[in-house]
């Protein structure tokens, strides 16, 4: 089993609906985890950390379930600039990256 | 504050050369990370520093190399280049190496071999 395991998507859905990602971890990846949003050619960027049992920012919502080694993230009210790549991690010492799920945001 | 830079932005190399990436961490940062990212594909691991010294190594061949200096700037330098470098080369930033500490990203060079 990876490190750190991602559908690839993408998942397409429309404009001002709710979209949910999962994220499945190994044992040895784990100590700490976050979601990066990665757009086309740029560098990730930081979204959030997700510590013990989550934590919301505004519209986005990261949960951890330490006992199924799973991590998610919810999307609200989705914007056509939510469309991204968004990289589930997991940082132990090293940094491990999923694959990334591909996310298209309809008008 | 500046935040990670990485230089050079772009660069296009012909197979077998030599190449030097460099990255400045975030001031009060001592801690570098090396990705390498294909395109499709998530960051992969290559290299960490921290204090100076290397903390983890990922998967690649003995052709990849690096080293932090003093001021806990990077270099990752791959020699005889092969088609297959071609990718984003991605430096990460953190304060410290535990995995509590979040990571920032350079803008990253992308490397085209020929």
């Known amino acids: 089993r990876k490190e750190v395991e991602q559908d690839p998507g993408p998942f397409n859905v429309p404009e001002g609906a709710t979209v949910a990602f999962n994220c499945t971890y190994s044992?040895?990846?784990?100590?700490?985890f976050f979601w990066y949003r990665q757009d086309c050619r740029k560098e990730p960027k930081l979204l959030m950390s997700v510590y013990s049992s989550g934590n919301e920012d505004g519209r986005f919502t990261a949960q951890l379930n330490r006992a199924s080694q799973y991590i998610s993230l919810l999307i609200r009210d989705s914007k056509l600039s939510d469309s991204a790549t968004y990289l589930c991690?997991?940082?132990?010492?090293?940094?491990?990256f999923g694959k990334g799920t591909r996310l298209h945001i309809l008008p | 504050d500046a935040g990670v830079t990485q230089s050079p932005t772009h660069l296009i190399k012909t197979r077998g050369q030599q190449v030097t990436l460099r990255c400045s961490p975030i001031s009060g940062h001592k801690s570098v990370s090396w990705y390498q990212q294909v395109l499709g594909q998530g960051p992969q691991f290559i290299f960490q520093y921290y204090e100076k010294e290397e903390r983890g190594r990922g998967n690649f061949p003995d052709r990849f190399s690096a080293r932090q200096f003093p001021n806990y700037s990077s270099e990752l330098n791959v020699n005889a280049l092969l088609l297959g470098d071609s990718a984003l080369y991605l430096c990460?930033?953190?304060w410290g190496q535990g995995g509590r500490t979040e990571a920032f990203f350079g803008q990253g060079t992308r490397l085209t071999v020929v």
């Open positions: 990460a930033s953190r």
């Open positions: 044992n040895s990846a784990s100590q700490s």
């Open positions: 991690v997991g940082a132990r010492v090293k940094i491990i």
